[in-house]
C-alpha cells in the first residue's frame, strides 16, 4: 500500500483462464534440464578423462549441439512462464482518465 492505495486492483469481471499445456511442460522442465547438465557434466568427465576419444571437429558438434538444447529449455521455459502470467487474472496498476488534450493527436 501506498499512499493508502492500492497498487494493483484486480479488475472486475476478470477470470483466469483454465490451464493447459504450459503447466505440463513446466513440471518436466527441472527434471529435464538436470539430465541434461547430467549428462553434459558426465559426457566431459568421459572426454578429458580419456575413456571417449573425440576429434576436435566432433568436440565441437557437440558442444554446439548441447548449448543449442540448453537455449531452446530457457526459451521454452520464458514462453511457459509468459503464458501463465497472461492466463491470471486481470489487475488495473493506476486506472485514471486520460486528459483530452491529449487524446486529440
Known amino acids: 500500500m501506498l499512499n493508502g492505495m492500492n497498487w494493483l486492483n484486480r479488475l472486475p469481471g476478470s477470470r483466469r483462464a483454465p490451464s493447459g499445456l504450459e503447466w505440463r511442460i513446466l513440471r ?15 559426457g566431459t568427465l568421459l572426454v578429458r578423462g580419456g575413456f ?10 557437440l558442444l554446439g ?6 537455449s531452446a529449455l530457457i ?6 512462464v ?13 486506472a ?3 486528459p483530452d488534450d491529449q487524446m486529440k493527436d
Request: negative net charge; contains cysteine.
Open 28 to 42: 518436466a522442465y527441472p527434471p529435464l534440464l538436470g539430465a541434461l547438465v547430467l549428462a553434459g557434466v558426465f
Open 75 to 80: 526459451t521454452l521455459g520464458i514462453g511457459c
Open 65 to 70: 549441439l548441447t548449448g543449442f538444447v540448453v
Open 82 to 94: 509468459l503464458v501463465v502470467l497472461m492466463k491470471g487474472h486481470a489487475y488495473v496498476a493506476d
Open 52 to 61: 571417449l576419444h573425440l576429434e576436435q571437429q566432433e568436440l565441437f558438434r
Open 96 to 98: 485514471y482518465p486520460m
